[in-house]
């Protein structure tokens, strides 16, 4: 009997993790070039891709069981949850973003300006996309469907 309720516990928990987060925001801010956000309202992505300070209309994603998945097994490898609260460094424009997710087992808050958290959530060096950023920002894309989702700072020289 024990064993039985161990494993229905373990097989619970993993499906927990393997559904949607109860809560995601995702946004990156090129300073008068791309912005793109991203946010789960009703098991659904809404993402938008504005030019500038212009206004864009809002796309809606719904990702499969299978984009989730991979998207947290993503999440584990990079790993995000690591991450510090924030990351910034002394200049004025350039790019921000942020990212907010919970999952039962793990949650995250995290932001940053022209800096970017390396591989062990430490900080990378200023205005350079890090690896780790560079993974995280793919793995958004891949849920999205392969919209884009990409800091512009340092992209030419990547």
């Known amino acids: 009997m024990t064993r039985c ?16 987060p109860s809560l995601f925001r995702a946004a990156i801010d090129n300073w008068g070039r791309h912005n793109y956000t991203v946010e789960l309202r009703d098991g659904k992505l809404i993402y938008t891709d504005g030019l500038g300070w212009s206004d864009s209309r809002p796309i809606t994603v719904t990702p499969s069981p299978e984009r989730w998945r991979a998207f947290r097994r993503a999440l584990d490898a990079i790993p995000v949850w690591s991450w510090h609260d924030e990351y910034f460094a002394l200049i004025t424009d350039g790019t921000s973003w942020s990212f907010s997710i919970r999952y039962p087992d793990h949650s995250l808050a995290t932001h940053g300006g ?25 793995a958004v894309e891949a849920l999205l469907g392969g919209k884009t989702f990409r800091s512009e700072q340092d992209a030419a020289k990547q």
């Open 5 to 20: 309720l161990l494993i229905t516990l373990f097989l619970a928990s993993n499906i927990a993790i393997a559904q949607e």
């Open 114 to 138: 022209n800096c970017y958290p390396d591989a062990r959530g430490g900080v990378g060096p200023a205005v350079r996309r890090t690896a780790a950023f560079q993974q995280f920002e793919s």
